[in-house]
């Protein structure tokens, strides 16, 4: 098990940037794929961006592709989320996540393929 627990989040202003940070615990960080999901209020969670282990294979959902970045550092036992150009329609709660997969398995994009899940961070961007 890994327990997850996320930061960074707060009020921004449209066109703004915010770097959303997860914290994991656990001996074995470096074998989880890694992803960020976020529920607005009132939808259903939505994939944002997923990682692989060694940090070079990263997966984004297109709403967000050429604004978010996904990086980690498995020194630190860190999730990162780099959000820039934000949008008021990018105010939602935002989760990480950690999927322990098969080698050479793609990065999933479900919630039910991540087993484990942060408490969330608010992210609020004002127009």
């Known amino acids: 098990q890994v327990l997850l627990a996320e930061s960074g989040g707060g009020l921004v202003q449209a066109g703004g940037s915010l770097r959303l940070s997860c914290a994991a615990s656990g001996r074995t960080f470096s074998a989880y794929t890694m992803g960020w999901f976020r529920q607005a209020r009132g939808k259903e969670r939505e994939f944002l961006a997923g990682?692989?282990?060694?940090?070079?294979?990263?997966l984004y959902a297109d709403s967000v592709k050429g604004r978010f970045t996904i990086s980690r550092d498995n020194a630190k036992n860190t999730l990162y989320l780099q959000m820039s150009s934000l949008k008021s329609e990018d105010t939602a709660v935002y989760y990480c996540?950690?999927?322990?997969?098969?080698?050479?398995?793609?990065?999933?994009?479900?919630?039910?393929?991540?087993?484990?899940w942060g408490q969330g961070t608010q992210v609020t961007v004002s127009s």
């Open positions: 996540a950690a999927a322990r997969l098969q080698l050479g398995t793609s990065i999933p994009i479900t919630t039910v393929a991540f087993g484990s």
């Open positions: 990682i692989k282990w060694n940090g070079e294979d990263t």
